[in-house]
């Protein structure tokens, strides 16, 4: 699990569009890097518009954004063409990713466990230092409380 002060770590995904991203690639930007639960879901989507809504503040600011889950990258070109996001959508299909960020949990609805993704984001530094932090995040203004600690970089 990484910790704020701690290098990120590095990792090549499939992402929509048929390409890969590579985090050490984009730098020396800094990056929004945030694990969501399921494409087209209603605080998934809500979350994806928030960072594409803003994501001209976010490049302004020096920052690329990383939106991650277990869907596969046909999946996110559906999500990405249906709500018009501008942001990267990386599948981590084996949860290899989200197991090194720690965000893999056991999570629980309707008496049933089962293992999946907790919403967090994370703050990169240019030279992949991780800066902050948020873990099991709440949508509503989560988007524009990032935006600030961005620019207050």
């Known amino acids: 699990m ?3 002060g701690e290098k990120a770590p590095d990792f090549t995904l ?3 569009g048929g390409d890969s991203v590579t985090l ?3 730098r020396p930007a800094m990056v ?3 694990f969501y639960p399921k494409d087209d879901t209603s605080g998934c989507t809500k979350q994806a518009i928030g960072f594409t809504e803003h994501l001209q503040a976010f490049k302004d ?3 690329e954004i990383i939106g991650v889950s277990k869907d596969t990258a046909a999946k996110h070109d559906k999500f990405r063409d249906k709500h018009n996001l501008g942001i990267i959508l990386a599948s981590d299909a084996d949860h290899d990713v989200c197991e090194q960020y720690g965000v893999w949990k056991e999570k629980s609805m309707y008496g049933k466990t089962y293992m999946g993704i907790e919403r967090s984001t994370f703050l990169i530094s240019a030279d992949g230092t991780i800066l902050q932090e948020w873990r099991k995040v709440r949508v ?3 988007v524009e409380t990032v935006l600030e600690a961005v620019q207050a970089q």
């Open 2 to 4: 990484t910790q704020v």
């Open 14 to 16: 499939p992402r929509d």
């Open 24 to 26: 050490s690639a984009l």
């Open 32 to 34: 929004v890097l945030y």
């Open 61 to 63: 600011a020096g920052c």
């Open 140 to 142: 509503p203004g989560h």
